[in-house]
């Protein structure tokens, strides 16, 4: 699903590499843990999977695309396959939670009568049914951060990449996110997910790949948080 190889990124401004001879495989269905200290290389990681950054070295293939061959005009369509969620949660704050996730469907056309079709189903998904007619200042940030997660689930995107979605939210709340987030992966969505919060990592004993100055260190199928001596 998401294929590195031999990727490297320096960044104009940069002397360093941002990513140095990365190769990965994500396969359809996998849900990994991006580790690794501050500007270690995960966000860079991820950008280069949306097309955001363009590698000066390798090869990226997202979904079967050869990103390097994918048109500018066809950067959408990728991006429509591919779910978002951030630490800040980003939410329009003059929605409500409905709103929210109506709206990632209104603007790729989708017709309203499926809207009010799927969007009560996945708010139900994450937990907030109930909570549709909410705005997002009358939500915990444990709740905002599921609106984030509906709305970027609502188009059923083949990969659901997270970069530090815990990372506002307390370590009880957290384990919420995390169960959603699961669900989301059991329903065959593959999940990426840039992460410093240990305990969820070590809790939920999945494929853990740390980097380290832009390279890859460790790669375990059923990992923890910290090397494992
Ligand atoms: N847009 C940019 N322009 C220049 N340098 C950048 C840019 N984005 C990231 N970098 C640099 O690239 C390196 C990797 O950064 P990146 O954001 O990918 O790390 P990270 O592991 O996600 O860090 P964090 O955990 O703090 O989010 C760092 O040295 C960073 O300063």
Known sequence: MIHFENVSKVYTTQKHPALENVSIDVDKGEFVFLVGPSGS???????????????????????????????????????????????????????????????????????RRFIRKVVPEVVELVGLEGKADRMPDELSGGEQQRVAIARAFVNRPQILLADEPTGNIDPATSIGIMKVLDRINRTGTTVVMATHDAAIVDSMRKRVIELEEGEVVRDQTRGVYGQAY
Do not use: M, Y
Not at 60 to 87: E, M, T, Y
Not at 89 to 106: D, G, I, Q, S, Y
């Open 41 to 111: 290389g995960k966000s860079t990681f991820l950008r280069l999977v949306l097309k955001e950054e363009k590698p000066n070295k390798g090869r990226v293939h997202v979904a079967g695309k050869d990103l390097a061959r994918l048109s500018n005009w066809k950067v959408p369509h990728l991006r429509r396959r591919i779910g978002c969620v951030f630490q800040d949660f980003r939410l329009l704050p003059n929605k409500n939670v409905f709103e929210n996730v109506a709206f990632a469907l209104e603007v790729i056309g989708k017709p």
